[in-house]
C-alpha cells in the first residue's frame, strides 16, 4: 500500500457543494449591494433634479425685456409678478423657455402697447406703494375701451377688490370654488405633465355647491388655467 493519505471521493464533492454555496452567497451580495447602489443613485438624480426645477424660479431682480406688439418695455420680473394672474404665471421662471422670442430674444407678446403701457404703469404703482390696481378707475388710451377689458380678462386681471364688494350668496360661493380649484391645481402634488382630471376635482370638492365644471370652464375661458393632455385634464397658470 502507498503511504500518505488522499481525500476520499465523498470529500472532494463536499468541498464543491460549500464552494458553490459561498460562490452563490457572494453572488447575491453583490447584486443587493448592485441594487442599493443603483436606488441610491436615482434618489440623487431625483434631488439634482428637484434642485433644477426650483432654479427655475426667477428672482424678482432679474431683468426681463419685452417686445409687446412691436414695442420694446423694460421691467424687473418681480413688477410683473405681483398677484395672482397670468403674467405672474407666464414670468414666473418655469415656463419661459416655452414662450416665444423675438429676433432679439426678447420675450413676444402679441397685445396692444398702448394698453399693456397701462398695464405696466399700474404694475409699477403697485410695486412702490403695495396698493393692488383697481382697474375699474384706470384711464385707457382713446378707442382702446374694449380692447383694455379684454385684455384685463385675458390675463385675470379683472378680479380687484372692488369688483367683490357686492358679492352675495351665489357670488361668493362661486368665488370661494374658484379659489379652491385653483389651490388644488397649484398643489405641488399635481403632476406638471398631466394635470388634474375634472372628475378628481369635483370629488375632492363636493358638496361646495356650484357646478365644479361650470366653474372649470370659466376659469379656463379667464385664462386662468388650461386644459393638459386632454379637454378632462387641467393645470394652473
Known amino acids: 500500500m502507498a503511504g500518505g493519505s488522499s481525500d476520499s471521493p465523498g470529500e472532494t464533492c463536499d ?11 457572494l453572488e447575491k451580495e453583490e447584486q443587493a449591494i448592485g441594487n442599493k447602489r443603483a436606488a441610491l ?12 426645477a426650483m432654479g427655475l424660479v426667477g428672482a ?18 418681480g413688477t410683473l409678478t405681483q398677484g395672482d394672474h397670468v403674467l405672474s404665471g407666464m414670468f414666473s421662471g418655469r415656463w419661459e423657455g416655452s414662450l416665444r422670442k423675438d429676433a432679439m430674444g426678447r420675450f413676444f407678446l402679441d397685445f396692444d402697447p ?9 404694475f409699477r404703482k403697485q410695486q412702490i406703494s403695495g396698493v393692488p390696481p383697481r382697474w375699474a378707475c384706470v384711464s385707457w388710451p382713446a378707442n382702446k375701451k374694449e380692447y383694455a377689458r379684454c385684455l384685463l380678462s385675458f390675463l385675470a386681471l379683472h378680479r380687484d377688490t372692488s369688483a367683490h364688494k357686492g358679492e352675495t350668496g ?5 368665488s370661494s370654488v374658484r379659489q379652491a380649484i385653483l389651490a388644488l391645481l ?52
Do not use: W, Y
Request: glycine share 6%; charged share 30%.
Open 15 to 25: 468541498f464543491s457543494k460549500v464552494s458553490a454555496c459561498i460562490k452563490r452567497a
Open 60 to 77: 424678482d431682480d432679474d431683468i426681463l425685456e419685452l417686445n409687446v406688439g412691436g414695442r420694446c418695455f423694460i421691467t424687473k420680473r
Open 186 to 237: 397649484r398643489d405641488d402634488s399635481v403632476d406638471p405633465s398631466q394635470g388634474l382630471a375634472a372628475d378628481a376635482i369635483a370629488a375632492k370638492l363636493s358638496g361646495m355647491g356650484p357646478d365644479i365644471k361650470a366653474c372649470l370652464k370659466d376659469l379656463v375661458a379667464h385664462g386662468e388655467i388650461f386644459n393638459s393632455i386632454d379637454e378632462s385634464h387641467f393645470l394652473a397658470v
Open 41 to 52: 443613485d436615482a434618489e440623487q438624480a431625483a434631488l439634482r433634479a428637484e434642485k433644477a
Open 170 to 174: 351665489a357670488g361668493k360661493s362661486t
Open 114 to 122: 398702448d394698453c399693456f403701457e397701462v398695464v405696466l404703469h399700474e
